[in-house]
């Protein structure tokens, strides 16, 4: 009987001593909230400005300057110089376009950034990084610039006439400047 009991109290003793050491002390639990709060917080805004300095250097290299001048002259009608250098005015598309490059709402969602729309409207050099990314994004999808052009402005209806037209007309802009 004593056997028993005593076998009882040390498993129970040892299945307390595991629930014990498998819980998370104060420290490692304040240790998570505090690693949680700069992740939400300071986290997500480092986090975005490293990646739109970054998309702005890498794509920079990848897309032609011809193929953004003409598509900031075919989408809003105004002048690109450099990054975030855009001379002219731009008005909102019928869509809900926004910016010089004319970002749609669905190209926005697609890249997970579309609570930055007020600052893409303000921000130039942010509006270029998103339209440059999204345009990588067209292009890894496509694998040439006639069709990325085309996704880029009917994303599934990229081989419609019209949007096969606007590539065209890009593509000749680039060609000539």
């Not at 299945?15 to 300071?42: D, N, S």
């Not at 001379?87 to 926004?98: L, M, Q, S, T």
Request: proline share 3%; glycine share 8%; hydrophobic share 45%.
């Amino acid at each position: 009987m004593i056997d028993k009991s005593m076998e009882r109290y040390q498993k129970a003793r040892a299945a307390y001593l595991r629930e014990l050491f498998q819980r998370p002390t104060a420290l490692q639990r304040i240790g998570a909230m505090i690693a949680t709060i700069w992740h939400k917080c300071w986290g997500g805004i480092l986090l975005l400005v490293a990646t739109t300095g970054l998309t702005i250097g890498l794509c920079a290299q990848e897309i032609p300057d011809g193929i953004i001048r003409g598509l900031v002259m075919v989408e809003s009608g105004c002048e690109w110089f450099s990054v975030g250098e855009i001379r002219g005015r731009w008005k909102r598309g019928a869509d809900g376009e926004i910016s010089h490059f004319q970002l749609t709402p669905a190209a926005l969602r697609e890249m997970k950034v579309e609570h930055l729309s007020a600052r893409i409207e303000r921000e130039p050099a942010l509006a270029e990084s998103m339209a440059r990314r999204f345009l990588l994004i067209c292009y890894a999808k496509r694998g040439n610039w006639p069709e990325a052009l085309a996704t880029y402005n009917g994303w599934s209806r990229y081989r419609s006439s019209g949007a096969r037209d606007y590539a065209a007309r890009i593509l000749s802009l680039a060609a000539v400047l």
